[in-house]
C-alpha cells in the first residue's frame, strides 16, 4: 500500500460556453472567460502496487486564484465582466487513480498517471443555481525517486474539469475549467 501527499503550482483558466441556438454550431452564444490565473493544489491519496500498476482512490482541494469572468460582449470600447467569486474559487475533488511503471529502476520509475472523478465548488458565479453534473480527468507523468520507503514525487500534471447544467438554455452548454502544472510530492510504501 502506498500513502502519497503531493501540492504544487498550475496556472489555468474557466470557459463557460453558452452552446448554440439551434443543432448549427456556426449560431454560437458566445464563450466567457477568465483570466489566466493560478491554481494551488493539495491532494493525499491511497493506493496499491500490483506489479507494474498503481491503483487508488484520492482527494485534492485546489484553490483558483480568479474572481470574475470576462463576457463573450466583452469589447475593448466595452467592457463586460461579472463575478464569479470574491477572491477565489475552490474545488473539492474525489477521485479513483491508475498509475503504470513505464520505466522502472531500483531507485527511480516513470509512469503516466490518469485521474478520474468528481468535484464540488465553491464559487458565486451568476449561473451555479444550475449546475448539474461536474466531473474531472486528469493525466500526467509521475516521476517517482525511490528512497527506502519513501519515494520523491515530480509530476507534470494536466486537468480538465466540466460542469453541465441540469437545464441547457442552448445546445452543448457547458463550463470547463483548465489548468496545467507541475506537483511536487512524497509517497509512503507500507509493506
Known sequence: ????????????????DK?????????????DRTRHSIFLP???SVSFKIDRYRIGAGTNYSVFFVDQMVSST?????????PVADNTVKFL???????????RKISFA????????FFRISTTHPEKENFGSKTFWAFGLTNEIKLSKISLIVRP????????PRMEKANNEKHHVYSVGIDLGIRYSIE
Open 1 to 16: 500500500m502506498n500513502i502519497e501527499f503531493v501540492s504544487g503550482i498550475e496556472t489555468g483558466w474557466w470557459v463557460y
Open 19 to 31: 452552446g448554440s441556438a439551434g443543432e448549427d454550431i456556426a449560431n454560437n452564444l458566445g464563450w
Open 42 to 44: 493539495a491532494e493525499f
Open 74 to 82: 466583452d469589447t475593448y470600447s466595452f467592457r463586460n465582466f461579472y
Open 93 to 103: 475533488k474525489m477521485n479513483l487513480l491508475f498509475e503504470f511503471d513505464l520505466v
Open 110 to 117: 516513470l509512469s503516466p498517471i490518469a485521474e478520474f472523478g
Open 157 to 164: 500534471i494536466y486537468n480538465v474539469l466540466t460542469i453541465l
